[in-house]
């Protein structure tokens, strides 16, 4: 997540953008977001985020990678709700070994 310190570690961009690496089709690719989230559930305690958060408001990493994947699956998530997480992340693509009874004796 950009910007990010010498560290690595994501800042707080005072003009609310921020780029996100993924692996999308073969390749690493920059999501482009805002930090504007969506919230529900307006009850007596307020608004709460619809994505992951962290009880520190300076922590907003959880946030910023949610909305990124969304935005990057959004044409996907109409069609299944399972999403490569994990390869948008690492670039590692599962390699998934059917197993059955008889792929096991042999």
Known sequence: IYPQNAEGF???????KYVVRLFLMGAWRQV???D????GG?????????????VSSTVQWPLLL?????RAFQADLAKSTMLPVVTALTGWLP???PLSFDSLSR
Request: glycine share 6%; proline share 11%.
């Open 42 to 54: 307006a009850d007596k305690a307020g608004c709460a985020s619809l994505f992951p958060a962290c």
């Open 10 to 16: 994501p800042l707080i961009n005072p003009h609310g």
């Open 66 to 70: 949610t909305k990124a994947l969304m």
């Open 95 to 97: 390699y998934q070994t």
């Open 32 to 34: 482009t977001i805002d």
């Open 36 to 39: 504007v989230v969506p919230v």
